[in-house]
């Protein structure tokens, strides 16, 4: 099992798109480690935010979501990794590249809905 499957639809492409991104990023920065702890690090760490996210599937592209649910130290990771590796993505993975070009233009819902994210669902599952 893939440490994706626990995601659902949406949520599992944006981690895709993240573990992506990673990926770019840690093959420039820190090209020799073969297996990054600091990089697991964060896969790990987005795909807990991802799966508690309370959006759940309704999820807004991050930069535009009014919670910001990421710790400081793992939010300026983030922004040095999508700041290098946003751009080179639209080469190397244009697919979700484009499906993350078209979330980013969805509206976002003020509020998140009652009990939609990825965790509830999954632990109440009948
Ligand atoms: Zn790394």
Redesign the pocket.
């Known amino acids: 099992m893939a440490d994706h499957d626990i995601l659902q639809g949406s949520l599992q492409s944006e981690y895709k798109t993240i573990k992506a991104m990673?990926h770019i990023?840690?093959?420039a920065?820190?090209p020799h480690?073969s297996q990054?702890?600091?990089?697991?690090e964060?896969n790990q760490y987005a795909l807990m935010r991802l799966d508690r996210c309370p959006y759940g599937e309704q999820k807004p592209t991050c930069n535009k979501c009014p919670i910001h649910c990421y710790k400081p130290a793992m939010r300026e990771q983030a922004r040095q990794i999508m700041s290098y590796a946003g751009p080179r993505m639209l080469l190397k993975h244009p697919i979700l590249a484009i499906k993350h070009l078209v979330n980013e233009q969805r509206r976002v819902p003020s509020k998140p809905e009652q009990n939609v994210s990825n965790r509830h669902l999954r632990n109440n599952k009948a």
């Open positions: 990673v990023h840690c093959k920065h820190h480690l990054c702890p600091t990089c697991q964060f």
